[in-house]
C-alpha cells in the first residue's frame, strides 16, 4: 500500500511540475526540490524499521562497529546520487561530477579507519606465519 501512496505522490508531483512548466518556469528548480525532499522524507521513515531490524542483528553478531560503517556510506551514497540527480535535472552536470566525487572521497575517507584494521589483520597473519 505504501508503493501507491508513494506512486500517486510523485505523479501528482510531476503533475504539478508540468502545470507549473507551462505557467511559470522560474519556480521549477523549488518545485522539484521539494518534491525530491518529500519523497525522500517517505523513503526514510519506511527504510526506519529495516534499519533498526539490521542494528539489532549487527549488535547480537558483537561486529556493530562495521554496520555503523555500511549505515554511513550508504546514506552518503544515496544522498549524493539524490543530490546529483537534481543538480542534473537542472542543468547543472558540473555540480552533479562535483557532488558526486565529494561522495566518493568522503565515503573513502570514512573507511580509511576500515582499511587500517584490515591491513593491521593482515600483517598480524603474515608475523604468525613467519
Request: negative net charge.
Given at each position: ?24 518556469s ?5 518545485v ?20 533498526d ?17 555500511l ?8 544522498l ?8 542534473r ?9 562535483g ?25 598480524e ?6
Amino acid at each position: 500500500m505504501d508503493s501507491l501512496r508513494i506512486c500517486l505522490l510523485a505523479v501528482a508531483g510531476v503533475t504539478v511540475i508540468t502545470v507549473i512548466r507551462k505557467w511559470n518556469s522560474d519556480f521549477l528548480p523549488l518545485v522539484r526540490l521539494c518534491l525530491a525532499l518529500l519523497l525522500a522524507a517517505v523513503a526514510l521513515a519506511l527504510a526506519a524499521p529495516v534499519v533498526d531490524y539490521l542494528r539489532e542483528l549487527t549488535a547480537l553478531s558483537g561486529i556493530p562497529g562495521y554496520a555503523e560503517f555500511l549505515f554511513k556510506a550508504l546514506g552518503i551514497a544515496v544522498l549524493t546520487q539524490c543530490c546529483a540527480a537534481l543538480c542534473r535535472e537542472s542543468g547543472e552536470a558540473g555540480a552533479a561530477g562535483g557532488v558526486e566525487l565529494a561522495g566518493k572521497l568522503e565515503i573513502l575517507l570514512l573507511s580509511l579507519p576500515l582499511i587500517n584494521e584490515i591491513l593491521s589483520t593482515a600483517r598480524e597473519l603474515l608475523n604468525m606465519a613467519g
